[in-house]
């Protein structure tokens, strides 16, 4: 296998017949694995990755059943960033941007990962108390974060409406230097070449339509390629979480809803961090081809047509030229939906199942593609030692029956509000 | 020079002169030119540089699938960056920039990047770009982004002015070619309201370009001007459909030039419902991939045709038409019709030969251009049955065509690949939909009008064209032939078949890999011209047929849309409604300073207490602690709750008891959500026996309002009872402070407000000069007093009555500050104690749940983590050194503990206390009251602070309730 | 020594040649609900209600809005007593400081009012004498169609002056 | 997408609120005592769901218009809305 660099690059260059190899191999699925990955996007190549990698577990298979990166890590808005203030979830997305940070290295594979900073704009004295209580937790967690005043905003993102018409006034904000965006297709494809260099199979258009189950113990699934026996099952299909759970009679405090996502025309330079707005769900960022990358809330109701309803892209679109007038000029160029798993506290799940061997990552809500490193390494944590890491214990599916939820959002059990 | 105005012809009104500039050099045209074709009648053919390589490129369409010459338009504010020149009105002082080129697309100094092409091949950026070190990205970054990005935005406001509006029809159709003209007749012949749209700047379509049609086109729009039910709407763009017929149409309103303080709207949106839907969108052309197939001259064969017949702009010397099928022969037999030499290469050996028997051009079967070569003459290469290169101006060329399905798809109906045209159609329709013409794959003109009109209703037979139909014979041709040079399938990403072939030597197979591997269709043309091209090279190149390896998903909008079309009016001070109380304009014209909270603007301080809060609102305490104060508390939610089962109901919301609520009285209740945490507190008041007054706070009183409908609709339905809203009926005001009981004698002459008669939570009814007053005794501030309400037309003259009565007593407006500052002392929950986190037991108010009767959330509140005993739950602090200062959000650490990790709690809330000359606050903290008198540490890392302070009692002033009572 | 004071005090009515924009005052609102057979008692005072959702009634100088299965609106003159006379024969609310009346008129009112309203206003369909509860600018409304070029609309009245700003606004391109 | 209030009739999107699944029973009022029985029916109640794909009972409110709370069966595959009951 070639390693990627500028050495490897300029040698495909003067011998332009030199045929770059395979990112990853397309084999044919064995009869057996250690263990079956179902979902081959980012958090379930991710897994593979971590596996093999600290684990020295490398019997794997991933079942997609589509492409690989076909779900979510490929349509998502790419922020990443570590600003949660709920328990399990500080320590938990702070190893994600660690991990992050070194990707592209461990990798051998450019994700491009930009660390320009994300800006959370208040429109209220009340709101920046409850974004100081965010910044603090980080900042005694280890992770960086600065209060800004309106003043240090106004520097640093000149193009804001600072007027009096502004409907809401911009009154401070809280930033982390550290967070940014990673080019979300990258990190599919890296993980996946990198798993399938430590041997993971990874079975692309391989649907798996059962679980085989016996004696309440998992020992292999149903595929739309046959059936393949495995030692452990783990289910990574977040956006059809209830649906695959399903197949092995599990119900879930999960309901599936669309988020859209949207971009426009490529522009020079003009937005440098991503920026997100305290009025309502609002968050942007400029994409290193140019194009203005940006999102809002789910659109409120369970949907597995990822197509949205254009009262919530007005509602978008409003936010994004009330925040920054200048992009009423912008053109919208493209703009879609993906499927996400929300749980009634808008935190995920990485556990065990009352299934034997059978493990569940989903849940994501909102932040699936930042959690991309951390939940596969606790994710491969969990399946190898058959017990969860201190940093995904508490994203277990009992929380809801102790009252042990991590209510990050803080909207109640409304799943569908969030 | 290689192009020229043709001294006749052509839509354009050569009455109408029009100047315009490029990169500040002036050129003219005329009104009906774009800018594209304007440019090309100047002879300029250069207009840009392409985005990765920096390789000179010039106009390749006439339409929005214009990869290539994209311009910046305007200056300043309205600054518009990577219009396409093809689409643009041409309007007089129209200013236009070149981009993505530096010092100008002649002497781009980023054309070395040619030079290093090789290194640029797909994916490079992600093979590279790694070291030395971890962050290393973050040092090239920069550059790439600089490099990228096509043109430069503004950061200005965008001064002009958009709408967005609702539509209603019968019928839509999409398009004004033969289909859709035939179509929305016939349509109209049925009697329903008709709209017929049409992107471009005239209706007609490819008619348009066809002057031999243009008697038909002239007959079918007059009868389209005097048909009364049908509009039809030029510039105007379907740019997508939504479920259940909502098409989003966006009409331009450049050419008008529209002045935004008159109203004028730049771009009008309209998110149109229709009954039916017609689709007529037509096909574009697609080009043929050879080397060097993107250099200036090069063009779509019908692009040149649009040139020379609707815009009277033809080649000066010769032009090479390459081609695979029938339709590029129109344009060759046009250019020689006006003189000009065609060469036909037509890639197929078998030439229809009706074709062949028009002599007027010379015709070379089985051969294909297979390279271009020139700078500014272009030497084209054919190779095949002739082996020659052919000096021209223009190279016309046709890979066939793709019937535009972005539209049909956006509803989730897949595309289906039809090999007779080499070209994807529509893989079915929804009930209510159809489609005609070009879409469809019907290619000939009269079938077309036959399709159109049988889509439109057929209720009126439509006219047939002149002429008779001929087939759309195409022998596609998908991979270039193997020659040295650039042959670009994606021109604006300069995606080559060479890219293509790269990324399926690597494993991005799947044709959704190959776009996100080579950026291939991602570009402002959203790949118009290339995603079938590619796709179809793709399969070729894993050997699989054309329709098993699909397509990529067409996401909308069809063309690009402005954010503020889509926005609209709804921005700025308009973003969201502003919601004011009744007594708004007595604060605006007295002094009051106002503070968005939520939807409403609520009166934060007055400046008869200081000019800022931080100084007004310690006044505005002191006013109500010491003698008597007025506020406006109209914003709390409140709900006229009624019917025989009212008290049961209430009794199952809140989890106190109702039932047994004594008429004329108030009581305090909190309500749960069904997960046991608290979803709102508030006073309700009995009535009469089957009538409440509930008040909720002011930030869930639409929650709550639903809540109880909600309940009563669907789940107790058994239960008689009605709610409604008064929050807007009813004005409220709180008259506080140990003078509150003389302000209402003072007021209200001849009523006894003695606490006799309206003792602590009790209600008085009666009428005052009359009108109906409600007189509550509550009190949120914890001294005597009193809640006022009455319908909210007579709010302001009972305010001032108030003033005018109470000025002896030094009465005076207290706001929001001061309202939520006078409840920390009291140690009221509110705001942030009630973050949709907190339990009853976490607010200490768990004593209040009623033990016997059941209650919305009381079996979740009895989960065992909420029943913990480290549950944070709420606290008072005092600060220990007067120096320091608490803040809101700061976390909190008993005295020796490490200062790391959630802490044991947080601050929600922090005041000056008027009443005990400190700061207080207060907190959630863990295991809560066990904690009193203990010293704590409030960690601010955000400030570098840790202040000292001491757990107390959350109830600062009169524990006892001595005050509320007196 | 009371007054009555609008929620739009500090608005300007204006006609202009397409558009005439201005507030109706003075009225009384009286929500009537209730349970089971209680129309018919309501009837018997009021006089016949509307059957319909979308088509108001005019009876005794009283506008009748069917504002839901078992509620109806009624739109009286200023000291109109009917809440009174109700009094135990339905859930009677009065409303009239709780909605803010708009009048728009002119040639423009139903292309403004389209700018806002997501109901179909063409006057082949929404034709005088009828009424839509539905919403302008995220607030509920509800709108009469009182001639073929006039309507009133019932704004919440802590949204009222919101509502009014948005017409001027939306108005502009007819001044 | 459009739904049908059954007072109001069709009516565009942006007028409702959403209510979630409508097909669960909600424990009837009266019978929570503090057993953990209770627990786990209003567990299964408020935080599980079938989350289908296809169709789905679930409640709407047409908040801007009459606020009538209703139920209909869209197919969460396709968003076809049935009729409101």
Not at chain 1, 277 to 298: M, T
Not at chain 2, 586 to 607: C, K, S, T
């Amino acid at each position: 296998m070639s390693k990627y660099s500028a050495f490897s690059l300029a040698r495909h260059a003067l011998d332009p017949d030199l045929p770059w190899p395979r990112a990853w191999r397309s084999p044919e699925p064995k009869a057996s694995y250690d263990v079956v990955i179902v979902g081959g996007g980012g958090h379930g190549l991710a897994t593979a990755h971590y596996l093999a990698k600290n684990h020295g577990i490398t019997n794997v298979a991933i079942l997609e059943r589509s492409y690989i990166g076909s779900g979510n890590v490929g349509r998502n808005t790419t922020i990443i960033r570590s600003n949660y203030q709920m328990g399990a979830n500080t320590g938990f997305f702070e190893h994600s941007l660690k991990l992050w940070e070194g990707l592209s290295h461990d990798l051998n594979f450019n994700c491009m990962v930009s660390q320009r900073g994300q800006v959370v704009v208040a429109v209220s004295p009340v709101q920046m108390d409850v974004f100081a209580r965010r910044g603090n937790i980080m900042r005694l967690n280890g992770i960086d974060a600065e209060l800004l005043d309106r003043g240090e905003v106004m520097k640093l993102l000149p193009y804001l409406d600072y007027s009096k018409d502004a409907r809401w006034p911009v009154c401070g904000a809280i930033h982390q230097p550290r967070a940014g965006t990673a080019r979300h297709d990258a990190v599919a494809w890296g993980y996946a070449r990198s798993a399938d260099m430590a041997g993971v199979d990874i079975i692309e258009n391989c649907e798996v339509t059962g679980f085989a189950i016996e004696n309440g113990k998992v020992t292999g699934v149903e595929t739309s390629r046959g059936r393949i026996n495995a030692g452990k099952v783990a289910i990574a299909v977040a956006g059809h979480t209830s649906h695959v759970a399903k197949m092995a009679g599990l119900r879930l405090p999960v309901e599936s809803h669309i988020l859209q996502a949207f971009v426009t025309e490529p522009l020079k330079p003009i937005v440098h961090h991503v920026v997100s707005w305290g009025a309502e769900l609002f968050y942007l960022s400029q994409s290193d081809k140019g194009g203005l990358v940006f999102g809002g809330h789910i659109d409120g109701f369970n949907t597995y047509t990822q197509r949205g309803q254009f009262a919530k892209i007005r509602d978008v679109a409003e936010c994004a030229v009330s925040l920054m007038p200048f992009t009423s000029r912008v053109r919208l160029l493209r703009h879609w939906g993906g499927i996400q798993d929300m749980t009634p506290d808008g935190s995920p799940f990485i556990c065990k199942t009352p299934v034997k061997n059978l493990y569940l990552n989903g849940g994501w809500c909102y932040q699936g593609f930042k959690a991309t490193p951390a939940s596969g390494w606790t994710y491969a944590h969990t399946i190898a030692n058959d017990e969860p890491h201190a940093l995904n214990r508490d994203f277990s599916l009992d929380r809801f029956e102790k009252g042990n939820e991590l209510d990050e959002f803080g909207i109640g059990n409304w799943t569908y509000k969030q | 020079m290689t192009f020229r105005r043709l001294p006749s012809g052509g839509r354009i009104d050569r009455n109408r002169p029009v100047g315009f500039t490029l990169d500040g050099k002036r050129y003219r045209g005329f009104a009906g030119d774009t800018l594209a074709s304007a440019l090309l009648a100047n002879d300029v053919t250069l207009v840009g540089r392409s985005f990765k390589y920096h390789r000179p490129r010039g106009i390749m369409s006439a339409g929005v699938e214009e990869p290539n010459a994209l311009f910046t338009l305007h200056d300043g504010a309205r600054t518009e960056a990577n219009m396409p020149g093809t689409i643009v009105d041409l309007i007089d002082g129209l200013t236009a920039r070149t981009q993505n080129a530096w010092p100008s697309v002649e002497l781009d100094v980023m054309g070395i990047n040619q030079l290093a092409a090789p290194l640029f091949q797909s994916g490079f950026y992600y093979k590279t770009f790694m070291g030395p070190t971890k962050g290393a990205w973050m040092f090239y970054e920069p550059f790439i982004r600089r490099a990228a990005g096509l043109g430069a935005a503004t950061e200005a406001a965008d001064p002009d002015r958009y709408e967005t509006r609702f539509d209603f029809c019968d019928v839509l159709v999409i398009g004004s070619g033969a289909a859709g003209l035939a179509a929305a007749l016939s349509a109209a012949g049925g009697g329903g309201r008709v709209l017929l749209v049409e992107q471009d700047s005239a209706l007609g379509g490819g008619l348009l370009s066809e002057p031999e049609q243009d008697g038909w086109l002239q007959a079918r729009l007059g009868e389209i001007r005097n048909a009364s039910n049908i509009q039809a709407l030029t510039h105007t763009t379907a740019i997508g459909l939504y479920d259940d017929n909502m098409v989003v149409l966006v009409e331009r309103h450049d050419h008008r030039q529209p002045d935004p303080a008159k109203g004028q709207a730049r771009q009008v949106l309209t998110m149109l419902q229709a009954k039916a839907i017609v689709f007529a969108t037509g096909a574009i052309e697609r080009p043929l991939v050879f080397a060097n197939n993107d250099r200036p001259g090069v063009m779509l064969a019908s692009a040149v045709r649009t040139y020379l017949n609707r815009f009277g702009v033809a080649p000066t010397g010769r032009a090479v038409i390459a081609t695979n099928n029938d339709t590029a022969y129109a344009a060759a037999f046009d250019l020689a019709a006006q003189g000009v030499e065609v060469i036909v290469a037509d890639s197929r050996t078998e030439i229809p030969a009706d074709l062949q028997r028009r002599n007027s051009i010379e015709i070379l079967a089985g051969t294909s251009v297979v390279d271009v070569k020139g700078k500014n003459t272009l030497h084209a290469v054919l190779d095949g049955a002739e082996q020659r290169t052919i000096t021209c101006d223009v190279v016309g060329m046709s890979g066939g065509w793709s019937p535009v399905v972005h539209l049909t798809s956006h509803g989730g109906i897949k595309p289906v690949y039809n090999a007779a045209i080499a070209g994807f159609v529509p893989g079915g329709f929804a009930k209510t939909h159809s489609g005609a013409g070009a879409v469809m794959g019907t290619f000939g003109l009269n079938a077309a009008i036959r399709e159109g009109a049988a889509a439109g209703g057929g209720s009126i037979a439509i006219a047939a064209a002149g002429g008779e139909d001929r087939p759309y014979a195409i022998v596609p041709t998908w991979m270039p032939p193997r020659r040295k040079g650039k042959a670009f399938v994606d021109f604006q990403n300069d995606v080559t078949a060479k890219d293509i072939k790269n990324a399926h030597q690597e494993g991005y197979h799947s044709v959704e890999h190959l776009k996100r591997y080579t950026t291939l269709g991602m570009g402002t043309d959203q790949g118009k011209t290339s995603n079938i091209i590619a796709l179809a090279e793709m399969a070729e190149l894993r050997g699989l047929p054309i329709e098993q390896a699909g397509t990529t998903t067409f996401r909308p909008p069809y063309t690009g849309v402005s954010l503020g079309a889509i926005a609209g009016r709804t921005i700025g001070g308009h973003f969201r409604p502003t919601r004011r109380s009744p007594l708004h304009d007595w604060h605006a014209a007295n002094g009051g300073v106002f503070i968005e909270a939520g939807l409403w603007q609520r009166a934060w301080y007055y400046r008869w207490a200081g000019d800022t809060p931080e100084s007004a609102y310690v006044k505005e305490m002191g006013l109500v602690r010491r003698g008597v104060g007025i506020s406006d508390v109209s914003t709390l939610g409140k709900i006229d709750v009624q019917g025989p089962d009212a008290a049961e109901f209430l009794n199952r919301v809140y989890v106190n008891g109702f039932a047994k609520l004594p008429v004329g009285k108030a009581r305090y209740g909190v309500m749960l959500n069904d997960d046991g945490i608290v979803l709102d507190d508030g006073t309700t008041t009995r009535i009469s026996e089957t009538q409440f007054y509930m008040t909720t706070t002011t930030a869930q009183a639409g929650e709550v309002m639903s809540w109880l409908e909600f309940l009563l609709q669907t789940q107790w339905t058994d239960l008689k009872v009605q709610v409604a809203s008064l929050t807007d009926e009813w004005a409220g005001m709180a008259i506080s402070g140990p003078k509150a009981r003389a302000a209402l004698e003072l007021a209200f002459p001849g009523v006894d407000v003695s606490d006799a008669k309206l003792p602590y939570m009790g209600c008085l009814d009666f009428s005052f000069d009359g009108v109906p007053i409600r007189l509550l005794r509550l009190s949120f501030s914890g001294e005597l007093a009193y809640e006022v309400h009455l319908s909210a037309d007579y709010a302001i003259s009972l305010w001032e009555h108030f003033l005018k009565t109470g000025a002896s007593l030094g009465l005076k407006p207290y706001g929001l500050e001061a309202l939520a500052s006078l409840r920390i002392e009291k140690g009221h929950v509110a705001g942030l104690e009630l973050d949709h986190r907190n339990t009853l037991d976490d607010l200490g108010l768990g004593k209040m749940a009623g033990k016997e009767k059941d209650y919305v959330g009381k079996a979740l509140r009895q989960r065992p983590m909420y029943q913990a005993p480290e549950r944070w739950s709420l606290v008072g602090l005092e600060l220990l050194e007067p120096e320091k200062r608490l803040r809101g959000g700061a976390i909190l650490f008993a005295k020796d503990d490490k200062i790391e990790g959630h802490g044991r709690g947080y601050i929600t809330s922090v005041t000056w206390s008027v009443e005990l000359g400190k700061t207080i606050a207060l907190a959630l903290y863990n295991g809560g009251l066990k904690h009193v008198g203990e010293e704590i540490v409030c960690a601010f890392p955000l400030k570098n602070e840790l202040t000292r302070a001491k757990i107390v009692s959350p109830h600062f002033i009169d524990p006892e309730g001595k005050r509320l009572h007196a | 020594m009371l007054e009555r004071r609008s929620a739009l005090a500090v608005a300007h009515p204006f006609a202009w040649a397409a558009l005439t924009l201005g507030e109706v005052r003075g009225f009384t609102l009286t929500q009537v609900a209730g349970f089971g057979n209680f129309a018919a008692d309501v009837a018997a005072t009021a006089g016949a209600l509307p059957e319909t959702s979308n088509q108001a009634v005019e009876s005794n100088g009283r506008t009748i809005f069917r504002t839901g299965p078992h509620a109806f609106w009624f739109v009286g003159p200023e000291n109109d007593d009917l809440a009174a006379r109700l009094a135990g024969k339905a859930i009677v609310t009065p409303l009239s400081s709780s909605r803010t009346r708009i009048s728009i008129e002119g040639r423009a009112a139903r292309e403004v009012l389209r700018k806002g309203i997501p109901i179909d206003l063409h006057e082949s369909v929404f034709t005088p004498g009828m009424f839509a509860q539905t919403g302008l600018h995220h607030t509920p409304v509800l709108l009469h169609c009182t001639a073929e070029q006039r309507f009133e609309l019932y704004a919440m009245r802590t949204f009222a002056l919101n509502v009014w700003e948005w017409l001027e606004d939306a108005a502009l391109e007819f001044k | 997408m459009r739904l049908a209030c059954p007072h109001c009739g069709p009516r565009d999107y942006s007028e409702f609120r959403y209510g979630g699944d409508a097909s669960k029973q909600r424990p009837p009022h009266g019978t929570t005592g503090h057993g953990t029985g209770d627990l786990q029916t209003w567990h299964d109640f408020v935080f599980l769901f079938d989350n289908p794909k296809g169709p789905h009972l679930e409640y709407w409110q047409h908040v801007l218009g009459c606020r009538r709370w209703f139920t209909l069966t869209r197919n969460t595959a396709t968003n076809e809305v049935g009729e409101p009951k």
